[in-house]
């Protein structure tokens, strides 16, 4: 047993939260549901809601208080709303050198408390999380523009899971081995040799989260915690429009860390101005060792190209694609993929960009449909889901950033190809000053080139391509071809041909991309569970690594072996 786990504070938290670390370890084999976090709001209480609403409104305005940390003084920030409200939140400062001199300082304690108690105050720091939910919702909300019941959502619980999911394999990856074992070789008549060895997890090194404007939680948290439960100080550095919920995460961290007996400095906040380069200088400081990164493919390239001294985790732009051959559901086909591209205004990494349908149509229960009319069934489909504008604005959210809406702009312009579905302004009832777009339809041809340039790369937004291939074969290649240059989340087929769907499965595989195929319930291609679902597969170019599997965390330390003679 360490030091640290005799501590009264740490030796209460590793029994209370024993039989979670011990169920989330059995579920990453079982792959059933399974989640300790509940997903309703009203779970939390009755007044739940209004009391996060009232906590995040006190913050409005202030300065974001993180005691203990180093300053230099300064404060940054400079948030928006995509509702419209101002945030103006401020945050600390702090020069590189100060926060890497913090980190390395609290290091050693923490890599000397063992696998136990670090897990057990990681469950502890997401159980405090948890249960200011609807707060957190509050801030992924106004900081991403996704609409209340998504940020709830997937900002709270669901990013809690993945984080207890990173926790959970954490645990199993450092204590594969066991802490001590014997060894005797037997020598004929002489004595056995025999010796004591012991085989100790130690930690990688400082650890750098860059967190993302759209997901800040659900995709920060399991780098945060993957690294933290290993034994490695995180520098947690925000997205500049998406900070406070980072902010909030970093400040439970500190506060249980601190209760725990550790440094809280094991844990820290890097805000920054819009514009800044910290990212980039501390990526490629010598002290940092694990990098976790969510955004664009320049970046992420040029992190694993620069940031050398790191272990550097990427999930970078994709172009997903799904493959409509036939269906023996076509209206509830209709339903899950209109949901599906309107969800967050698709802003989202697993988003359906790319609608291959072959020119000859495609095999329906109600008899074959023509390419034309599955895309204008289609796009009545998602006129009818977002014909409400109050339902329409709980669906879409906000346009997160000017990036989004000029791609919108130029999609109802034409410049991509022909609009069958041109996207509309939707007012929200709530944030009549939010902006909010329906997604735009874009017909195009895979074998133009001009069609080709523009489907073949990412469109971020609430843009989708329905794009006429001249077969099913040729549909199952131009998927492939996609994943393996450009790189995809997700992949989705539709399909009742037994050698169409076995094509798709193989492209898939071989490609390394995750494959849904027919869904047409409540389940859609751009939503993964925790502890079930891979996100990501780290076998394209649009991810080097799976949120959540062994590998993701098993670089973040390493094992060194002590031996004796008994």
């Not at 990688?204 to 993302?212: H, M, S």
């Not at 601190?258 to 809280?264: I, K, L, Q, V, Y």
């Not at 302004?425 to 939010?434: D, I, K, L, Y």
């Not at 073949?456 to 937004?461: N, R, T």
């Amino acid at each position: 047993m360490t030091a640290a786990a005799t501590h009264p504070v740490v030796a209460e938290l590793i029994e209370r939260h024993q039989p979670t670390l011990t169920r989330a370890v059995e579920a990453t084999t079982a792959r059933d549901y399974w989640s300790p976090y509940p997903e309703f709001p009203k779970a939390y209480g009755e007044t739940g809601q209004a009391d996060g609403q009232a906590a995040f409104e006190a913050l409005l305005g202030s300065v974001f208080a993180l005691a203990g940390q180093p300053t230099d003084g300064e404060l940054v920030g400079g948030e928006s709303s995509p509702y419209g409200i101002e945030l103006g939140v401020s945050y600390p400062h702090t020069e590189a050198e100060a926060l890497i001199g913090a980190l390395e300082l609290a290091r050693p304690g923490w890599a000397a408390a063992g696998p136990a108690a670090r897990a057990a105050v990681c469950v502890e720091i997401l159980a405090r999380i948890n249960a200011r939910s609807h707060e957190f919702a509050h801030a992924v909300m106004h900081t991403t523009g996704q609409a209340y019941g998504m940020a709830f959502q997937a900002g709270g619980p669901h990013a809690q899971d993945r984080g207890l999911e990173a926790v959970a394999y954490a645990f199993i990856e450092q204590t594969r081995l066991p802490q001590q074992a014997s060894w005797s070789k037997p020598q004929g008549k002489r004595d056995p040799l025999t010796m004591v060895k012991e085989f100790v997890p130690v930690p990688r090194g400082l650890a750098l989260l860059i967190g993302c404007n759209t997901f800040p939680t659900w995709n920060g948290y399991p780098g945060l915690f993957a690294s933290l439960a290993t034994g490695n100080p995180v520098l947690v550095k925000p997205h500049p429009r998406a900070t406070l919920p980072l902010a909030l995460t970093v400040q439970v961290a500190r506060e249980v860390l601190a209760e725990a007996g550790f440094d809280p400095n094991l844990v820290c906040l890097a805000a920054e101005h819009e514009g800044s380069t910290i990212a980039a200088t501390l990526a490629v400081r010598p002290e940092v060792k694990i990098i976790d990164y969510t955004g664009s493919t320049g970046f992420g390239d040029w992190l694993e190209a620069n940031a050398e001294q790191a272990q550097v985790y990427t999930e970078k732009a994709g172009v997903n694609s799904v493959l409509i051959e036939s269906t023996d559901n076509y209206r509830g086909m209709l339903a899950n993929l209109a949901f599906s591209l309107s969800l967050y205004s698709g802003q989202m990494c697993t988003t359906p960009q790319n609608l291959l349908i072959p020119r000859t149509g495609v095999r329906t229960e109600e008899g074959g449909k023509s390419y034309d009319e599955v895309v204008t069934d289609l796009a009545a489909a998602i006129e009818g889901l977002l014909a409400d504008d109050a339902r329409a604005a709980a669906i879409l959210g906000a346009v997160v950033n000017p990036g989004v809406l000029g791609r919108t702009v130029r999609a109802a312009g034409g410049e991509y190809g022909e609009l069958a579905l041109a996207p509309r302004v939707v007012t929200s009832p709530e944030f009549p000053a939010a902006t909010v777009r329906t997604p735009a339809l874009v017909k195009v041809d895979a074998d133009k080139p001009d069609d080709r340039a523009a489907f073949l790369s990412e469109c971020f937004g609430p843009v989708s391509f329905v794009v006429a291939v001249e077969s099913a074969e040729a549909a199952v290649e131009l998927l492939g071809r996609t994943v393996r240059e450009q790189g995809a989340m997700t992949a989705a087929g539709y399909t009742v041909d037994d050698a169409v769907e076995a094509a798709l499965v193989a492209t898939c595989l071989d490609a390394g991309v995750s494959l849904s195929l027919n869904l047409t319930g409540g389940v859609y291609a751009n939503q993964t569970a925790a502890f079930s679902d891979l996100h990501g597969t780290g076998a394209n170019p649009a991810a080097n690594a799976a949120y959540c599997d062994g590998a993701f965390v098993a670089s973040r330390f390493r094992t060194v072996e002590v031996r004796r003679h008994s």
